[in-house]
């Protein structure tokens, strides 16, 4: 036999009828699809087994219900792999196992049937191939929990052919519509990361334009300060006629405690303005206060100080 067929015999095993009392599939073109028994029943009251179940449904049943990580945990139990092997290897080694009884397919029939028995309970309420039909069908709409509700159909005592059939077609396109969403959702992913990184940058740009602006309005104002200290040192004026006793004797007293020359005038008269301003100016250095004398408030006050 030529090593291509021999390949096309591994990959494409004969079909036999897992279903009792159903006919199998068809095997090839031109063939009919199998006709089940009056009134959709299928033989037999038994739950099927993993590898009771055509070999065809194995694929997506170990695709939908195992993750990669959990079909690796589980296949290390019972046999021996590189590390390096890929998860399409391990997921073609775990459809190829199922075929028949075998430490493998007896443990992942064991560990789908404790984690899906909420789902086998549910299902079990289906007493013929249109409610079983019912429930799959409200499953398959919501999207929800289909792994279990896969499970429970296909190995249902009332699935029969066309049933199990038509199973196999809703979740061979569900798994399309899986990935073209995955991809979408991936595309968008990636557009929503372009679209942060994009944002971040402005973010981290304008967070250094207000630091600068900031740094410059503090050294503006650190200047206008010390202008304002350097102006406030120079002289104190203080219109005498304007201000109580009380406020008299705190002015003293702050120019004295530090050290700043006070003037007083009489009021805002250029001529006496000048005068004082120009007796401070000609003391630079001294402390006190410099009074106008020609101001009768301001020599009252100095006579009472």
């Known amino acids: 036999m030529p090593d291509s067929d021999r390949w096309a015999e591994r990959l494409s095993p004969p079909c036999r009828s897992p279903l009792p009392g ?5 095997a090839g073109p031109g063939q009919q699809l199998p006709i089940e028994e009056p009134g959709g029943l299928a033989t037999g009251s038994r739950r099927r087994k993993l590898w009771d179940l055509s070999h065809k449904f194995h694929c997506p049943l170990v ?12 296949m290390s139990r019972v046999m021996f792999f590189t590390a390096g092997a890929s998860d399409f290897e391990l997921h073609t080694t775990a459809v190829g196992t199922c075929e028949s009884r075998s430490r493998l397919s007896e443990l992942l029939h064991k560990t789908l049937e404790k984690r899906f028995h909420l789902h086998v309970r549910r299902f079990a309420a289906a007493r013929d191939a249109a409610a079983l039909q019912e429930l799959w069908r409200e499953f398959s709409a919501t999207g929800s929990d289909l792994p279990g509700a896969l499970w429970a159909s296909w190995t249902h005592p009332s699935c029969g052919a066309l049933l199990a059939e038509q199973i196999y077609a809703d979740i061979h396109m569900i798994q399309h ?16 990361q372009a679209e942060n990184a994009r944002l971040r940058g402005q973010l981290v740009e304008l967070r250094c334009e207000s630091e600068t602006q900031r740094s410059e309005r503090l050294r503006e104002t650190q200047g206008l300060a010390q202008e304002l200290a350097r102006l406030r040192a120079d002289l104190v004026i203080c219109q005498a ?54 101001d009768p408030a301001a020599c009252d006050l100095k006579h009472h100080s």
């Open 22 to 26: 159903v006919i199998p599939a068809p």
């Open 63 to 74: 695709g939908v219900c195992f993750a990669v990580d959990d079909l690796r945990a589980l």
């Open 177 to 192: 519509q899986v990935g073209c969403g995955r991809r979408a959702d991936l595309a968008t992913l990636k557009a929503l």
């Open 241 to 294: 006629g304007c201000i109580s006793h009380n406020a008299y004797w705190r002015v003293k007293e702050q120019c004295k405690r530090t050290g700043k020359p006070c003037v007083f005038v009489r009021g805002t008269g250029v001529t006496s303005f000048g005068r004082v301003v120009g007796a401070a100016c000609g003391s630079s250095g001294e402390t006190g206060d410099l009074t106008d004398d020609t």
